[in-house]
């Protein structure tokens, strides 16, 4: 099945627009990335980049190192100011409602940042206190449970875990917070494949409860063991779409073909 790009000219291998495995209500669109330009220092990083992420959807995008996924990231975040183009994330354009944009989103870096010298539980206690929030230790043991950080791990430091571990604390924290939203940058990176299973389990039981995922990855299998759709980036340019069919998972001869031919 081949469908012509809508975004350049040439025509890549896809799969065609399905009803995804979560069921996405097309009406709920929370990220949009609508003509985003961004340039430094006349270098242009992203080109006119188009992309929307609904509710409940688990969105890769795929591209190579320099290919302008971090750049997105980082924009949707507000640190970045579009050169041109807009980038609205639960309906608010970002750079108009920062601490509204950051308050829905959990950003997840490739590397997780917590405390080594504190427990997970202190960690997340910590955090919690800085944005002014408060959980019962039941609710946060909950959200433990819930990301399958094993019990005997809660009350131990946090340079005794493993980066699998790191994460789970990561997005136990989310779940606490609340947060709607998830930005994932490199998520999986020096994980075991065993690791990379359970994340992306997690992740899957995420999107089910309604939360909005947008990860960036260089790694073709794991986005299309997990995602909805995924979108290829080259050169900061989108130029390619790939939809998972009902009950299946994207074809990852099909995204690697696409992302072997544009270089991504």
């Known amino acids: 099945m081949t469908a012509v790009n809508k975004i350049t000219s040439i025509e890549l291998q896809t799969v065609k627009p399905q009803v995804s495995t979560t069921q996405i209500d097309k009406a709920q669109s929370i990220i949009e990335v609508s003509s985003l330009n961004f340039s430094i220092k006349n270098k242009v990083i992203l080109k006119d980049l188009n992309f929307t992420v609904n509710k409940g959807e688990i969105y890769a995008l795929l591209g190579g190192n320099g ?25 608010k354009e970002v750079t108009q409602a920062l601490d509204f944009v950051r308050g829905k989103t959990a950003y997840l870096p490739e590397s997780a940042t917590l405390y080594p010298h504190l427990t997970a539980r202190e960690n997340v206690e910590y955090f919690l206190s800085l944005a002014d929030i408060k959980k019962t230790d039941e609710q946060i043991n909950a959200a433990f449970i819930r990301v399958d950080l094993q019990q005997d791990a809660w009350d131990r430091h946090m340079q005794t875990y493993s980066k699998g571990m790191r994460q789970k604390t990561a997005i136990a924290l989310a779940i606490l917070r ?33 939360a909005t995922i947008l990860m960036v990855t260089h790694d073709v299998y794991g986005a299309c063991q997990v995602a909805n759709r995924i979108g290829l980036l080259s050169a900061g340019e989108l130029v390619g779409e790939f939809d998972a069919p009902q009950n299946g998972r994207i074809d990852t001869e099909q995204v690697h073909a696409a992302f072997a031919q544009r270089g991504a």
Do not use: H, M, Y
Request: avoid cysteine; proline fraction near 7%.
């Open 67 to 91: 290919a302008g996924k971090s750049t997105t990231l980082k924009t949707l975040l507000g640190f970045n100011k579009p050169t041109d183009g807009s980038v609205k994330v639960a309906g």
């Open 178 to 210: 609340e947060a709607p939203i998830f930005l994932l940058d490199e998520p999986t990176s020096g994980l075991d494949p065993v690791a990379i299973d359970e994340f992306n389990q997690l992740v899957r039981e995420l999107a089910l409860t309604g």
